[in-house]
């Protein structure tokens, strides 16, 4: 797919819906090509944390701007929702802003599924539960009248009524081999996270994604790959730096997360961290150049599609010195 492309990643566990609505615009009239938002029934953080609604959202934010790509990254159609009302949701969105929408699907965490009171199961039935929802998505956006049996869901005549002349791409989230080789043969679009050891991707998730799209006879010019970058940009470092305490929840360690539903906990846990664990995944600098080199990884791994995460408290400034200093050079890189 021609062209690099640059997003941003509204930060909906950082900024109220109206707030995170006015960034998106801006972020459309500054030149950024996407906008892309998590779906999070909680924030990391308790204190000042926001988690709006994000299909709801995005049908503001589709109203609101006429040309950026928007769409969820990502949401999990396993727990909270029944995957026949994603289907609903994301035909309606498609439908309304065609050629604009994007649905980014993950297997979710257990800060934003497990406190609705359901049993949280392990990753290798995360990940089934994903395989059959994506199946249930596309036969709901092809046929009429479904009937289907699966492990996990059922559909007994079911119909999506206002479905888009052309289906909704559908981009999955990976960070292993074996999820990644499934997106490469069942999606249109990869979705992964920056920060990890460059040949991760090089050497084993980027090779998954080919084999997968291989297998079902596409090559990757066939995929959008995108990934998700976290970035502080500021004219001063050290504020740069104390940005990235904004994200200290993410900075704990896998096991300490995922034995965590609760928001207050999370900010109890990671309150002592320093700048050391939370800038440890942030491209963190004052200089464009550092920023655009730093991106310029991912290029060079073959990703065409890079958004951009910041945890600035002043998202309006961000999008705006991103937006001239750094958007124009990234630009050079596709």
């Given amino acids: 797919m021609p062209g690099l492309k640059v997003g941003y990643k509204a930060p909906s566990d950082q900024a109220d819906p109206r707030s995170l609505l006015a960034h998106g615009v801006l972020a459309e009239r500054l030149g950024f090509d996407s906008v892309f938002v998590s779906d999070h029934l909680q924030p990391a953080r308790h204190d000042g944390g926001h988690a709006p609604f994000a299909p709801g959202w995005l049908g503001a934010l589709g109203a609101s701007t006429q040309r950026v790509t928007i769409g969820t990254s990502v949401l999990t159609p396993t727990f909270r929702y029944h995957p026949a009302v994603v289907a609903q949701a994301f035909a309606t969105l498609g439908h309304l802003f065609p050629g604009r929408v994007v649905l980014g699907l993950g297997s979710g965490e257990a800060l934003n599924e497990a406190p609705l009171g359901g049993r949280w199961p392990d990753g290798r039935e995360r990940f089934a539960r994903l395989r059959e929802a994506v199946a ?27 479905r888009p002349e052309t289906p909704v791409p559908i981009w999955l ?20 996270t920056s920060g990890k050891d460059p040949s991760l991707y090089r050497d084993t998730l980027v ?128």
């Fill in 136 to 162: 249930v998505i596309r036969a709901l956006w092809t046929q009429d009248r479904v009937d289907y049996r699966g492990e996990y869901y059922r559909l007994e005549r079911a119909t999506v009524y206002d």
């Fill in 173 to 192: 989230a990976s960070s292993g081999p074996g999820a990644t080789r499934f997106a490469g043969a069942h999606a249109d679009g990869w979705v992964t």
């Fill in 207 to 334: 090779p998954a994604l080919a084999a997968g799209a291989a297998d079902a006879g596409r090559t990757l010019g066939d995929l959008d790959l995108m990934v998700e970058v976290k970035v502080s940009f500021d004219p001063d470092p050290q504020r740069a730096l104390e940005a990235t305490r904004a994200w200290a929840p993410l900075a704990l360690s896998p096991d300490q997360r995922a034995g965590t539903l609760d928001p207050v906990e999370l900010e109890r846990l990671a309150a002592d961290l320093g700048t050391d664990r939370t800038a440890r995944r942030v491209v963190v600098s004052s200089d464009p150049d550092e920023h655009v080199e730093r991106l310029r990884t991912y290029v060079d791994l073959g990703f065409t599609h890079l958004v951009v995460h910041s945890p600035d408290p002043d998202q309006a400034g961000f999008l705006e010195r991103y937006g001239r200093e750094v958007l124009p050079l990234l630009r050079g890189l596709g």
